[in-house]
């Protein structure tokens, strides 16, 4: 009994030892987290960003949108395509049945 009691001891040292480097490393990467915030003189908040990266965010942003744009014009297109084809292959179906049909009752 008193073996099992040292070994809990010594467990919760070691669990404390542990959660007080961990409470160090919270406050340690807090520090990185942390950015410089700054009104413009539009009012916004701005996180410290330079003309280059503004621009480049912007530029990357136009770019994804177009790219949303022609994605969703080619998904218009291939649905309409495939709406045509299958009115077609319906179609054709439908003639090549009441063919068969006639062939059928002209054989009887």
């Given at each position: 009994m008193n073996e099992d009691l040292k070994a809990n001891a010594a467990k919760r040292s070691t669990?404390?030892?542990n959660s007080k480097s961990s409470y160090e490393e919270i406050y340690a990467n807090k520090a990185v987290l942390d950015?410089?915030?700054t009104?413009?003189?539009k009012g916004t908040m701005t996180s410290g960003l330079n003309a280059a990266e503004t621009t480049f965010y912007r530029l990357a942003a136009v770019c994804l949108g177009?790219?949303?744009v022609l994605l969703l014009a080619?998904?218009?297109v291939l649905c309409f395509t495939f709406i045509t084809e299958t009115?077609?292959?319906q179609t054709n179906y439908t003639n090549l049945t009441i063919e068969a049909f006639h062939i059928w009752v002209?054989?009887?």
């Open positions: 669990d404390s030892n950015t410089p915030v009104r413009s003189h177009l790219l949303c080619a998904v218009t009115d077609q292959l002209l054989e009887k």
